[in-house]
């Protein structure tokens, strides 16, 4: 019991020094994924270097294994949008966060670049702290450890820093290239930090002695859209913390404390945290491909933990009578037929129709967010006739 008692002392502790000194402005995502269409001479390793980014960010993304082999034609989604971390208040420093495998670099108050980085294995791991770089060398000689019992090895191919070194701490963790690009991603190295070669070298140069890096544990993230809307993002747990949970809902908590309203149940929040491919997701589902030869909302359908939803909008559109109170929205069709869907704080979507006697009303659990209440897929669609078509693979409902 004591030991619980202090894990969750020192791990309330880390909740509010993540937020110390965070902009009060939810961050803004950046970049945009693109797709690579795979040739014959591509491998995973050549497709992530390429977009500077780690191997691990393009597995995650397209849910591959680092053993399947890429085959030509094959569509990669490159994951180039993020959420940046905290903004330093300095004006240069480096943020790395370790269970993303990235490295942000700032300059000014703007985040100007980033690049997918190796972490030291579970055995040596890399630290998190606020660091400044107390050493910076061209073409250093490594020297391993004397428990390694190896000999050291000076500037040249052999040499596993490559050819640029910044040391951040006291006992040698340091941020550095490498002759085995390769490795860039995976959790494997004594402690240190590996970028590629290229990337190494171009942050050298915008760097000096006395920056600040700050090596965070972040595996939740939240941001802002420039709509206001808010998305977020989760990465793997390399060090077995179990961070997760904690940060999204501390990150939720710190939103409302902003005044953005959110209202999101702590099942979402645990099955989102499940998908940890790094990928930038709106808060409240990702939205569907809605076919139709009418008017839909902006928002027509969405896709959450709990399944798949129809915004009572399209119903509107397509002639049905849709009444909304504070606790239930009931639809009507010209035909008779009535759905009742009761406003749940955590509804999980039906998939097969109940056996209902002629004149007999749907009662149904849905959302109730953004103005509207969103009904079962296909289930709403079944019940009240409505001819469709749902691709549960492609995730393309259409109603024309």
């Known amino acids: ?20 000194g965070a902009a009060a402005a939810l961050p803004q ?18 497709v992530s270097r390429q977009y500077g980014l ?8 397209n849910d591959i294994k680092l053993e399947s082999p890429l085959t030509p ?5 490159i994951p180039l949008r993020r959420i940046p971390p905290f903004t330093p208040r300095e004006s240069t420093a480096i943020v790395l966060n370790l269970p993303e495998r990235m490295l942000y670099l700032f300059r000014g108050g703007q985040m100007v670049k980033f690049w997918g ?28 450890p004397k428990w390694l019992g190896k000999p050291a090895i000076g500037p040249g191919p052999d040499n596993p820093l ?24 995976g959790v494997a190295s004594l402690g240190c930090v590996r970028l590629y070669p290229e990337a190494i070298r171009s942050l050298y140069d915008q760097v000096a002695v006395g920056t600040p890096v700050y090596a965070i544990y972040e595996q939740a993230r939240l941001g802002q859209e420039q709509d206001g809307s808010l998305v977020w993002t989760f990465f793997p747990d390399p060090y077995t913390k179990y961070y997760s949970l904690g940060q999204a809902r501390a990150a939720l908590e710190e939103a409302r404390r902003d005044g953005h309203p959110v209202v999101i149940s ?22 569907l491909q809605v076919e139709s030869a009418g008017e839909l909302p902006e928002i027509a359908a969405l896709k959450k933990p709990t399944g798949e939803w129809l915004n009572s909008q399209v119903l509107s559109e397509l002639g049905f009578e849709v009444e909304a109170s504070k606790t239930r929205t009931v639809v009507r069709s010209s035909n008779g037929k009535t759905v009742v869907v009761t406003h749940a704080k955590i509804p999980l979507n039906p998939h ?40 549960k693979n492609t995730e393309v409902l259409d109603l024309k």
């Not at 149904?364 to 469709?388: A, C, D, K, Q, V």
């Open 54 to 61: 780690a191997p691990d960010h393009v597995l995650w993304a």
């Open 29 to 46: 995502p950046v970049g945009k994924n693109v797709i690579h269409r795979v040739t014959e001479n591509d491998t995973i390793f050549t």
């Open 1 to 20: 019991m004591a030991l619980l008692t202090m894990r969750n002392f020192f791990y309330t502790i880390l909740i509010v020094l993540l937020f110390v």
């Open 266 to 287: 702590d099942f979402e929040i645990r099955e989102r945290a499940r998908d940890t491919n790094g990928l930038v997701t709106p808060l409240y589902g990702i939205p």
């Open 352 to 391: 097969r129709l109940p056996k209902l006697d002629p004149g007999e009303e749907l009662e149904l659990e849905g959302h109730r967010w953004n103005g509207s209440t969103w009904l079962p897929i296909p289930m709403t669609l079944e019940f009240l006739e409505i001819p469709h078509k749902w691709d």
């Open 162 to 185: 490559g050819d640029r070194w910044l040391q951040i701490t006291p006992d040698m963790v340091g941020i550095h290239g490498t002759n085995n690009p390769d490795s860039i991603g």
């Open 117 to 144: 980085v190796a972490i030291g294995g579970p055995q040596y791991p890399t630290p998190d702290g606020d660091f400044r770089i107390m050493q910076m060398e061209k073409n250093p000689t490594w020297e391993p």
């Open 73 to 77: 034609g094959q569509e990669l989604l």
